[in-house]
């Protein structure tokens, strides 16, 4: 069974930059959340769907930032304009459901962006 | 808002010895604790889920303590190995239906031979 697949791995952009990131979780797993993780911290919540539905975006920065999940499976995340402060690893998992076992997240590789 | 403090940014040990990582809270107590192990470039891995009724839980060469009272989780890794060094990280679940995981910053375990 394939993974939480992401792409692209690595991507640099010059600030004020719009940039995307794509995620395709594990078929069948109705949530899918977005992490932002920076150097030596752990991944830190940007956003969580149940199905097509956003239903915690409170850490998200909704001036530059945007995402959606068309259909209730893959994902893209957006900022637009980048700023240097966003540089970092951009994880997408998903899960059966929001508690308990089906709590257990499963994360793809992330995207590592490069703001110069 | 929670605060989790994982013991120390780095633990080396030797192999063949028991490696023991710290997991502390503040504020809200989770309904759920768990641990991932994240390799460089890598996404985390679910490793141990432990319920706030549960004193441990064990798989294989890890154990995983929960004590409520003292908020705070216990990691061990038994009779190390090199292929244990990585990063470990704790996230607490409140449960419900919130569905977010509040992680640690990490330990990163170095296993030397």
């Known amino acids: 069974e394939a993974g939480v697949v992401q792409s692209p791995r690595y991507k640099i952009i010059e600030k004020k930059q719009p940039v995307a990131f794509w995620c395709n979780p594990i078929?069948?797993?109705?949530?899918l959340y977005w992490y932002r993780q920076n150097l030596g911290q752990g991944p830190e919540l940007l956003i969580r769907?149940?199905?097509?539905?956003?239903?915690?975006d409170s850490q998200l920065p909704k001036d530059r930032f945007s995402a959606e999940r068309l259909k209730g499976v893959d994902s893209t995340l957006k900022i637009q304009p980048a700023e240097l402060g966003d540089s970092a690893v951009y994880l997408c998992?998903?899960?059966?459901?929001?508690?308990?076992?089906?709590?257990?997240?499963?994360f793809g590789a992330g995207t590592r962006l490069s703001v110069l | 808002s929670q605060k989790i403090e994982q013991n120390s940014e780095a633990l080396n040990i030797q192999e063949g010895k028991t490696a023991t990582l710290t997991c502390n809270y503040t504020n809200y107590s989770p309904a759920y604790l768990q641990w991932y192990r994240q390799d460089p470039g890598r996404g985390p891995v679910f490793l141990l889920l432990?319920?706030?009724?549960?004193k441990e839980k064990r798989k294989e060469r890890l154990k995983v303590t929960f004590d409520t009272t003292l908020k705070q989780s216990l990691f061990h890794i038994t009779a190390s190995q090199p292929a244990d060094s990585a990063t470990y990280l704790c996230a607490l679940d409140r449960g419900s239906t919130l569905g977010r995981l509040y992680f640690g910053r990490g330990t990163q375990l170095t296993v030397w031979p």
């Open positions: 432990i319920r706030e009724n549960e």
């Open positions: 078929s069948g797993h109705n949530t």
């Open positions: 769907y149940e199905n097509e539905e956003a239903v915690d």
């Open positions: 998992a998903s899960s059966l459901g929001a508690s308990g076992k089906k709590n257990i997240q499963y």
